[in-house]
Nanobody, 121 residues
């Protein structure tokens, strides 16, 4: 069974940086897309950034130029480098993986448990 485990969240001052990591565990053959969503208190979950197996990326406008998504497909790991953090970046960040093929079969989408990011002075 494939599971996603995030790490790297925490409390940081405005202007600071954090790096999130997410590892997909299990007997995995391939993952098409990996990425990050976030959910602020009282708001809907929103896309932050995604990256395809081929390396194509997509970012929400509010993080362009500040966040960088990267991926190590050999280790089934996705990273989110977050720089110049703002209070409005606060929320629970969820890792996601799409179109996963593993020894357990095919999964259209999986989510991690989430990691809290708080940007505050």
């Amino acid at each position: 069974q494939v599971q996603l485990v995030e790490s790297g969240g925490g409390l940081v001052q405005p202007g600071g940086s954090l790096r999130l990591s997410c590892v997909a565990s299990g007997s995995i053959f391939s993952i098409n897309v990996m990425g990050w969503y976030r959910q602020a208190p009282g708001k809907q979950r929103e896309l932050v950034a995604v990256i395809t197996r081929g390396g194509d990326t997509n970012y929400t406008d509010s993080v362009k130029g500040r966040f960088t998504i990267s991926r190590d497909s050999a280790r089934n790991t996705v990273y989110l480098q977050m720089n110049s953090l703002k209070p409005e970046d606060t929320g629970v960040y969820y890792c996601t993986a799409e179109k996963i093929l593993s020894s357990s079969g095919y999964s259209p989408r999986l989510w991690g448990q989430g990691t809290q990011v708080t940007v505050s002075s």
